[in-house]
Nanobody, 119 residues
Framework: QVRVVESGGGLVQSGGSLRLSCAAS????????MNWYRQTPGEQRDLVAT???????KYADSVAGRFTISRDSAKNTVHLQMNSLRPEDTAVYYC?????????????WGQGTQVTVSS
């Protein structure tokens, strides 16, 4: 099993910044990608940003240019720098770790961290 733990959420005013962090530990083998999702009540969980094992990144259109995903492969951690935050960014943010375990794709989720942006 891989343990995934997020941190860094909180309350911030519109236009402010927050930095989320996510650390994977335990049976970490060959991470393929580390990803950030977010979810609001009653809605589906949406992909916000992804970074692959070779450092390729991709962002949802709604956050492109404002959010930056980065990673420290040696520490199995990923960060999400969120700038110019808007009230519509309010959500629970989840970290997802996808790895290749001897040819089998495994996906692990963190417990989520709340981000609240006040107007």
């Amino acid at each position: 099993q891989v343990r995934v733990v997020e941190s860094g959420g909180g309350l911030v005013q519109s236009g402010g910044s927050l930095r989320l962090s996510c650390a994977a530990s335990g049976r970490v083998l060959n991470i393929v990608s580390m990803n950030w999702y977010r979810q609001t009540p009653g809605e589906q969980r949406d992909l916000v940003a992804t970074i692959t094992h070779i450092g390729s990144t991709k962002y949802a259109d709604s956050v492109a240019g404002r959010f930056t995903i980065s990673r420290d492969s040696a520490k199995n951690t990923v960060h999400l720098q969120m700038n110019s935050l808007r009230p519509e960014d309010t959500a629970v943010y989840y970290c997802q770790v996808a790895q290749n375990a001897y040819g089998i794709r495994e996906v692990y989720w963190g417990q989520g961290t709340q981000v609240t942006v006040s107007s």
